[in-house]
């Protein structure tokens, strides 16, 4: 089946580290999206990309950091210089501009 | 700045009855409009998508009305079953000022419970 793949589902990390949150689609899609969910707030978008080796800022990109070295890839670093961390990720992946986005199930990222 | 609302954090229907939610949205021109459901601790799933020159779109007991001299989307669930609560997200759909390409902006979202 196909689908968007992030793992892990839970994770944990110290205060003042870096940690990176994957994100695997077999959708064959060009355009992937990472989105933040916190409790009484909308998706907000960190970052897109349209194409393979390029990505654009979303609405609150400062403190993350992504790549797109592959078509099926779209990794997310969460750094130290992000503010309040911890948060409901969510990636997701479309055919172009205006279709539906299709999202993967969640990485909840506790930073304690 | 762009604000879309919708209308509640939580609404509550008695099972078979009609449930509406209401998306309205100000500093904004949007090209279309998605509406998702999301589950607790999983990701928002498509449900439909209605373009500025439609008026509405049905699929099976769900329809989506959009008006945009009120600023207005209406979601509705007819003959709402309990297996239908979820949170309900709308988006709209737009080309972001500076960007050249489209972007969705998303709502906070509505809790629908489904009561037997």
């Known amino acids: 089946d196909g689908g968007i793949t992030q793992s892990p589902k839970y994770l944990f990390r110290k205060e003042g580290q870096n940690v990176t949150l994957s994100c695997e689609q077999n959708?064959?899609?060009?355009?992937m999206y990472w989105y933040r969910q916190d409790p009484g707030q909308g998706l907000r978008l960190i970052y897109y990309?349209?194409?393979?080796?390029?990505?654009q800022k979303g609405d609150i990109a400062e403190g993350y950091s992504v790549s797109r070295e592959k078509k099926e890839s779209f990794p997310l670093t969460v750094t130290s210089a992000q503010k309040n961390p911890t948060a409901f990720y969510l990636c997701?992946?479309?055919?172009?501009?205006?279709?539906?986005?299709?999202f993967g199930n969640g990485t909840r990222l506790t930073v304690t | 700045s762009q604000k879309i609302e919708q209308n509640s954090e939580a609404l509550n229907i008695q099972e078979g009855k009609t449930a509406t939610l209401t998306c309205n949205y100000t500093?904004?021109?949007?090209?279309?409009l998605q509406w998702y459901r999301q589950d607790p601790g999983r990701g928002p799933v498509f449900l439909l998508l209605?373009?500025?020159?439609?008026k509405e779109k049905r699929k099976e007991r769900l329809k989506v009305t959009f008006d945009t001299t009120l600023k207005q989307s209406l979601f509705h669930i007819t003959a709402s079953q309990p297996a239908d609560s979820a949170t309900y997200l709308c988006?709209?759909?737009?080309?972001?000022?500076?960007?050249?390409?489209?972007?969705?902006?998303f709502g906070k979202g509505t809790k629908l419970s489904v009561i037997p």
């Open positions: 997701a992946s479309s055919i172009f501009d205006i279709q539906p986005l299709h």
């Open positions: 959708l064959n899609h060009d355009a």
């Open positions: 209605i373009r500025e020159n439609e």
């Open positions: 988006a709209l759909g737009g080309v972001a000022s500076g960007a050249g390409s489209y972007q969705l902006t």
């Open positions: 500093n904004y021109s949007p090209a279309y």
């Open positions: 990309s349209q194409i393979v080796n390029d990505f």
